[in-house]
């Protein structure tokens, strides 16, 4: 089973910068896209950021421009750099990856990382 490990979250101020990672571990898998979702309270999770093994990123309309996702394959890990923050991107941060494996697929989450942005 692959688990997710995630670090890098915390409180910070309006325009500060975060950096989240997340790192795979486990044996004998492939990862297809590693990406970011988060979750605000009272409100549903959402795609932040996405990216696959060949890279292609993809961003929520809100973060373009401020948040960038990066990857490292051979590490199995996926970052998030997240800049010119604003209250509005206060919420928990889930790591998501679609795992391959040589008999199946997995969709695994992190455990999630709170992220606060206030003065």
């Known amino acids: 089973q692959v688990q997710l490990v995630e670090s890098g979250g915390g409180l910070v101020q309006p325009g500060g910068s975060l950096r989240l990672s997340c790192a795979a571990s486990?044996?004998?898998?492939?990862?297809?896209?590693m990406g970011w979702y988060r979750q605000a309270p009272g409100k549903q999770r959402e795609l932040v950021a996405s990216?696959?093994?060949?890279?292609?990123?993809i961003y929520a309309d809100s973060v373009k421009g401020r948040f960038t996702i990066s990857r490292d394959n051979a590490k199995n890990t996926v970052f998030l750099q997240m800049n010119s923050m604003k209250p509005e991107d206060t919420a928990v941060y889930y790591c998501?990856?679609?795992?391959?494996?040589?008999?199946?697929?997995?969709?695994?989450w992190g455990q999630g990382t709170q992220v606060t942005v206030s003065s």
């Open positions: 990216v696959t093994s060949r890279g292609g990123p």
């Open positions: 998501n990856a679609n795992i391959i494996y040589s008999l199946g697929f997995q969709n695994c």
């Open positions: 486990g044996s004998g898998f492939s990862i297809n896209a």
